[in-house]
């Protein structure tokens, strides 16, 4: 353990995939705030699956109870329980895979970890269902960031090779909204085409394939952050890779930096007409010295190719010690990405109240 | 806030660039565990600066002394506090800079967390200067960390555009020995001579680059991690992200795994002629779903060029709400990489003595 | 907030007396345990409202769902998420108490704390119905302690003016066994009596009557405990203080040592004939700097008398601004220290597992 | 361990009794906040050993010297780690006690923790010695209240059977000025002489007598403190049963509670002239359900009699397995509650500084 994470938010995430049913604890919402619980719902339907070609806004998602922690819609100051049952849930597909580990899923580390009493079906508690209550918990954190004027907005940076556009030094008002109108949030709307077919192509190959979501926040003050150990980067980073699948994370242009001199990445300082202090560039995005610069925060994540596929694959059954193949059925996504955009938004989202928050 | 980091080991960092000392209480120690000082002293003296092109392994570093937690050279099992005193700090270099800030340093970001009362002589407590009691607790742990077989190595991945090898599937013996007693540690000795020729073509021109450091950590046990939000790579990356100058974190092939297929990157279970488990390859670094496979948990840092440089940089002076030039002045690395490994390396170290400590 | 509580098991609570439902949940059951759900259920039909003169171990109480965590009644390592439905909640009761502050309950702290956002009816979160998912935590950590070897047991020292006895040096299994047997836990049964006159008198006078309850914890080593913040005493003390109506906590003799001397209350030790370390005394109950010495940890809490009264009481309206004549209605216990028992004995059972889980 | 304590002010103590020395990181101070480091002093001096019949409010005391955090006097806002050098330690003076237990002393529970590696001379890490760093750390937190208006101030409620009186409903500035100007700070000043009576004589017959500190923090609002696991009282409880030698804790009335019906003792609200609400009474010690209620939080604690006395005692040589008789000698408190005062208010001040602090 711990399933427990945070400081002014405090969420507690339980559940795995064929179980009863999921959710989450959050402790820490104001007193008075009036949920929108449109907004939650819509930010669910985001990731949920539903059967497209990979997420669209369609408005269905997973459906929640709101076991406690709200009044007429209005949070009580108390801990907000959410709960999300588990239907649906063909536990019989599973019986093959107690004892044959699919290869780079958690099944095997799980299997050893609880010593083979772990639910197995679905991935148990690994599963990327349990990012369904995260996506709420975010959702309620995106409303009290907004309050506060600070927006978290994010783009498919790639998919395979192709390639987005990355954010410039600033974010307008106009991106912002057109990323979240999008199905596809692409900042080079150029790329839609050859994207959908890469995972159209993917998923007709039974095979999966994977991509970068940049995530930016804006609206954020300078100041923020907390040396040594609660930096922006290591909260944000720390909750990142709670996500499953997520292999790699960037701060502004991070590795691209290494390969250049200070002289060319360095980012300058100039006060602007208005007095403002910017840097002429945002390579260290957002975050000096764990601290925030005033400029947005950008992040990038590297999202491995969903891990099941339908191509026969080398493993083992760890019950009769043998090497053998498997071939995965069922519905999987081809690419996680898409749906991936709005836990990635989540996480940022009760990341930086932490530094924001009451 | 915060200083103070973990949960079997407990570290609280302390200190200043200019205060009269940095030191590290180090809480968690086991009881009867035989310190080796000598041990700690050479970590810290491959991180301290020595006046050479880059660090080296001569035996010279910070001097720190022991107030408690030791008896006799035995862990009494209570808080061990080591402080180290800043000796030779020529604040007066550091006048100039009380309010102009420094490009891609803390200095405006601290400046308005602390609203102008941070020390910011020599960056105060955002210097790298504090990265030596970290070092001096990462010594502690890899010292318990090899009593249970556990080894954490790391080398130079890159220098600017120089790019060694990556480590392979599994890691020798003589590969660590090799990389121990290297003063470049390197994968591909071959690459020495240009590793240090674009470090000294950066120092000639006064400016500074940048680098990849890869840490392995070997005889680690499948099953160790904490779903969901203490996962292996959610720990190491948030101490990671706590070290200056990281901008970037992968475990494992990390974003060269997003521009392939699962099919190809995939990392195939098998049984070996010992009836061990392993996998083919190891792209997902020892880590599946926040949980070790059992496989060398591998991972690799961006680290930024130095900041300081000394060609003139476009900057702002906070007092008079000019746009000024800047040219620093005094010692500065022209690459921090080198150094850096001890520690990452320490860093490391906490982040696994966490899952596996008493 | 904070709702979560723990280290070894994490448990967090949440929910309202009249919310839909309220609920627990708990990280850290080792994978593998089997659940005994009949004594969870028995544990928590002690601590249910049941009508009688007092809380009786008829096994009826609060049903709970288990909605994740447990898989054919074994758990699975992952968090065990229980909930309780409300149900009988008569809101409509309470809808006079909005404004009207009740003498001695949370009220109005939680009023002003929430900015009247909080449910009022019934207590809210203030309510003892909150100790319902401790007291399921609680049954867990007994049912783990015992596979140590580990009991928990309490007895009503005194309710009103009447005064049981108190724990011996030592305490035996049919100690252990005759108070879990009886409807009201004394040891000096012929106490029996005139407690039960003094709860009834106090319910006829539509009044109410508090006490005080000893626990004990029996079959713990010696060296338990951490200094300095994680003392024994400082954890249980802090979990018994979250109990709603415990007002005062003594190890040992207590108070009652600071009006001798040392060499009085002092506990010699020796070695008996079987070459164990013994205290003669246990004026100390069983913890010394913190640290368990062997003997019994036994403590004892006081419980004040129930805040709801029948009688009429003078108050506020704080809408209104006025000096208020209170008289409560409805089902109030005369005295709660009887169904305490259960939850003392839980969060005794939850501080003591912090020291001795996994 | 933990040596680490806190949120909004997080305190890492450190040392024992003979080592080089001791001393506490304390994190969180805020920035630009003056210290004032003759009330420091004064504080520790009311703590540190005197050689008079009871500490006496002379300005000496652990000299302490702060190594960061703190420019020109004034808080950076990054940590301040204060050290205080251990001199005049004769630990030849405890060469007899290595293997001999000495009684109501942690010094075996210490032994078994740490297997033997314990520094056992003057207690280790057990010595009340560790309080001055808490005395440092509180000195602080009382300055940071004082800027909110919040006072904490104690007094000797009983030494043996001589007992002071009550802190009454509401406490004056008066009162609280008076008690500060004490050597020996009681409400009923006749009891003076008493008391230095029955210490002298404890004193003379080479035992020790212990005693209750009564405090209270006035200026404190209502609406203060967190459930269900952060109420005022746990936290409080928690801390205060950190200092060694306390062996109970009561909130307001406490124990005298348990004995009443809830019509004698529930604390009635009222509004005064002034429209303020308050209540007759405050029998709850200004915590209702672990939420201030507005009016001062009052507490008191046991302080047993000094475990070290120099009349002879049995015990046990666990070197030797043997039954031993132990006579100490050197230097011991007859009575540690005078000095005692300055540590509860240290705990307190910190204590309330979490519900109130930045």
């Not at 990327?128 to 209550?133: F, K, M, N, V």
């Not at 192509?201 to 926040?217: F, H, N």
């Not at 952050?225 to 909260?235: A, L, N, Q, Y």
């Not at 026969?312 to 991936?340: F, M, W, Y």
Request: aromatic share 6%; with cysteine; proline share 3%.
């Amino acid at each position: 353990m711990s399933a427990t994470w945070g400081n002014k938010l405090k969420m507690t995430v339980f559940g795995e995939s064929h179980s009863a049913g999921i959710g989450v604890v959050l402790d820490g919402v104001p007193a008075g705030v009036k949920l929108d619980l449109d907004f939650i719902k819509s930010e669910m339907a985001r990731r949920a699956p539903n059967g497209g070609e990979f997420s669209t806004p369609r408005k269905e998602g997973d459906e929640f109870e709101i076991l406690c922690g709200v009044m007429d819609g209005v949070a009580e100051g108390t801990p907000i329980c959410a709960v999300i049952r588990n239907t649906n849930t063909k536990s019989s597909d599973y019986a093959q895979l107690k004892d044959i580990m699919r290869p780079s899923h958690a099944d095997y580390g799980y299997r050893v970890k609880y010593d083979g009493n772990n639910d197995y079906r679905g991935g148990g508690a690994s599963s990327g269902r349990l990012t369904a209550p995260i996506v709420f918990a975010g959702a309620v954190a995106k409303q009290l960031l907004e309050a506060k004027g600070i927006e978290v907005v994010s783009h498919i940076s790639s998919i395979g090779k192709v390639k987005d556009k990355k954010f410039g030094v600033s974010i307008t008002a106009e991106e912002i909204n057109a990323l979240r109108g999008a199905v596809l949030p692409l900042l080079d709307k150029s790329k839609d085409e050859e994207i959908r077919r890469v995972i159209a192509e993917a998923r007709a190959d039974g095979d999966s394939v994977g991509g970068v979501i940049e995530c930016a926040v804006t609206g954020i003050k300078a100041g923020l952050g907390d040396p040594m150990f609660d930096s922006i980067e290591s909260v944000l980073s720390s909750l990142l890779f709670s996500v499953p699948a997520v292999k790699g994370v960037e701060f502004g242009s991070g590795y691209a930096m290494t390969e250049e001199r200070g002289s060319v990445v360095n980012d300058s300082w100039y006060f602007d007409e208005n007095g403002r202090i910017n840097t002429r560039t945002n390579n260290n995005g957002g975050v000096l010295g764990g601290i925030t610069t005033g400029m947005p925060v950008v992040f990038n994540v590297a999202v491995k190719p969903t891990a099941s596929i339908f191509k026969e694959q080398d493993t083992v059954n760890v019950a009769t010690g043998e090497n053998v193949k498997l071939s995965l059925k069922g519905r999987h996504d081809p690419c996680i990405v898409v749906r991936a955009l709005s836990v990635i938004e989540a996480v940022a989202a009760l990341a930086i109240y932490q530094f924001v928050g009451e």
